[in-house]
């Protein structure tokens, strides 16, 4: 009998303050918004919440704090079906925050407060060593110290499982770290933190990503938002066109791109297979507000699949 497929997240989870207005404000500037929601997000939370939604059994790892945020965040997790029984309390900090504004394109802009977050620590790693070494993939951003996620990825390595890493928000990587990184997948601003070079087109895109795989990475998915993404395996180049829809938010796209991509790979699918299932899964979120609350299930998405063959 086949191992059932299993996605354990390493990542963060925050409360979204999210404002919305016409335009987003200029340095200095004070206008009047048209609406404003608080919902669960975070890079990690968001992306588990997308795997456990398409079906692959998920667990999420990370630390909260505890205040008003601490059991809304826990209840959306479990009522979307994550696990989260690997998740701590942290009595002595305050849950992650982020201030996010959207404008009335969807566009964001986002401050993201760590708090809790910022405590996720090595001890939190070796106490899932046996979750990780069953795993199907392991999953993380880099909402959490990057020392963490580091140190997790060597875990990972020593069993052998696969690690997909959005680098979100972009840093700089210790230059060891990226050779023990399986998937790697920034987007147009985060490749550029990370290796210098400003994405203009597919060109720059394909030359950025040779340089990341250069430096040990074994893919790379670089994210083109309308246009799409970019895959490099080291042996060729897989520019992959994004489907048109109306845009209403993109806050968690990036997120559900992720998580879609992670199920793809969960299920078997190649590569390419999983990109691909990445885009649809993305693409839908931007048709809804708000983070986790955009996030599409399984039937969702094989109806935009069975919808889109049907036009082809």
């Known amino acids: 009998m086949l191992k059932e497929p299993i996605i354990t997240v390493l990542g963060s989870m925050t409360m979204d303050l999210v404002a919305t207005a016409q335009r987003r404000p200029i340095k200095g500037e004070t206008i ?39 059991s809304p965040i826990l209840d959306n997790l479990r009522s979307e079906g994550v696990v989260t029984d690997f998740i701590k309390v942290d009595e002595n900090s305050a849950t992650g925050i982020a201030h996010i504004s959207v404008d009335a394109q969807g566009d964001n802009s986002i401050i993201m407060v760590p708090l809790a977050n910022a405590n996720v620590n090595q001890q939190d790693v070796d106490e899932v060593e046996e979750l990780i070494s069953r795993s199907t993939l392991l999953m993380m951003q880099l909402e959490i110290p990057v020392e ?38 920034p987007n147009e601003t985060e490749t550029e933190i990370l290796t210098g070079i400003k994405l203009t087109d ?15 990475v074994k893919n790379v998915v670089i994210t083109l938002g309308e246009n799409g993404c970019l895959l490099a395996d080291g042996e060729d180049y897989h520019h992959i066109t994004a489907r048109k829809v109306e845009v209403v938010d993109t806050t968690a796209a990036g997120d559900a791109f992720n998580g879609g991509m992670a199920v793809g790979l969960a299920k078997g699918m190649s590569l390419k297979e999983a990109v691909q299932y990445g885009g649809i899964v993305g ?27 049907s036009q082809a």
């Open 202 to 216: 597919i060109e720059s895109a394909k030359f950025a990503a040779k340089e990341l795989l250069n430096r040990g």
């Open 283 to 309: 693409t839908l979120a931007v048709t809804k507000f708000g983070a986790q609350s955009s996030l599409p299930s399984l039937q969702e998405v094989n109806e935009f699949i069975k919808a889109s063959l």
């Open 32 to 70: 009047l918004g048209k609406d404003f929601g608080m919902v669960p997000g975070g890079k990690g939370a968001n992306q588990a919440v997308t795997a456990a939604k398409l079906g692959i059994k998920t667990y999420m790892v990370g630390r909260l704090g505890k205040d008003l945020f601490t």
């Open 148 to 185: 963490t996620v580091f140190y997790a990825t060597k875990v990972a390595k020593r069993y052998g499982i696969p690690v997909i890493l959005n680098p979100a928000p972009a840093q700089p990587l210790p230059d060891e770290m990226y050779s023990y990184i399986d998937y790697l997948t």
